[in-house]
């Protein structure tokens, strides 16, 4: 007679429950290590995407593990790339069984000043910042039905107000709020959709700017900005989390992270 394994529940008893699971793209650095801490916290197990960032993707896996032994798996692709984007669902729905939530959050931010602007810029923006959330959330959406989970992107306050010699990433930010707002009409009611639209939070890094610290361009945003700080990355995954968790009657919303600085023009 075969012996059933050790982790097998005895005649009777019912298995454990299993943890509910986010797939997070970008997840290697910044804010995206920030939301995948938060909602390892909060009981997930994690799916964790990068792009370029492979020390900085196995350092998170790493401390998460120590935290809570085979609770992730770690994702690279490049996401322009279309046939990686059902892959990274079909793995994470492989791997753990099932699918809560999806927070788009990979981004790219480059200036794209008119008179410069490229088709190759606005492929690498659009690709990451609008086309891949979209087919993400079509890869993810079946899954998401049988567990009514739920979708946050990370959008901006230039999706709605432009920045100077940004205008494609504007653009794409926009466009990735309007299919916040689609897709919460066309997965409801099974699926929420909700969108986190950040303010200042992190500066560019040391290496993408000329100079360390804040610039008078910097000062002057904080100086618009009613709470006249910063957010911070902590802040933006609290927002991540409760829009995943505890947002319940919230769908096709975004939530404007950014210290009040729309109010201030």
Known sequence: MTTPPTHAPASGAQAAPSAPVALVTGSARRIGAAISRALHAAGYDLALHYGHSASEARALAAELER??????????????QFDRL??????????????????NNASTFTPTPIGSATPAQWDALFASNARAPLFLAQAAARHLRATRGAIVNLT?????????????????????LMATKSLALELAPEVRVNAVSPGAILWPDADEQENAGNTPAQDAMLARTPLARTGTPDEVAE???WLLQDASYC???VLQLDGGRLLAG
């Open 67 to 80: 935290a809570r032994a085979g609770s992730t798996l770690l994702l690279q692709a490049d996401l322009a």
């Open 251 to 253: 769908t096709g919303q």
């Open 156 to 176: 901006d306050i230039y999706g709605e107000r432009p920045l100077r010699q940004h205008a494609v990433y504007c653009m794409a930010k926009a466009a990735l």
């Open 86 to 103: 059902p892959e990274l669902v079909a793995n994470t729905v492989g791997r753990f069984g099932r699918l809560d939530a999806l927070v």
């Open 239 to 241: 927002a991540v989390r």
